[in-house]
């Protein structure tokens, strides 16, 4: 997994890509109370004050307060609500 990330970025950097252009990186878009998590693995937990991610790197917490899934894919999820932080955390 680690040697095909990095071939991944010597590519990206060998043509000058952006990094968002990796799929193994989590794309995060907060608008007002609407949160889009891009390319997440799973959800490791729920409850209406915190939404845990699991992702590639790591896991990514977005905490709140009456937070609410209203839509959750294999790789996509909208979360909604009064929204206080976003929080990753990397494993190595």
Known sequence: MKR???IRK?????F????DLDPSLVQIHWIG???LIEQH???LGFDPGEVRFLCEQGSLTVTGEQLRIMELS???AYI???ITGIFGKVES
Not at 10 to 14: K, L
Not at 16 to 19: A, E, S, T, V
Request: hydrophobic fraction near 25%; proline fraction near 4%; include cysteine.
């Open 4 to 6: 095909n990330r990095n």
């Open 10 to 14: 010597a590519i990206r950097t060998a």
């Open 16 to 19: 000058d890509l952006p990094d």
């Open 33 to 35: 109370d609407t949160v």
């Open 41 to 43: 693995r799973g959800i």
């Open 74 to 76: 294999e790789s996509r």
């Open 80 to 82: 909604c609500g009064t």
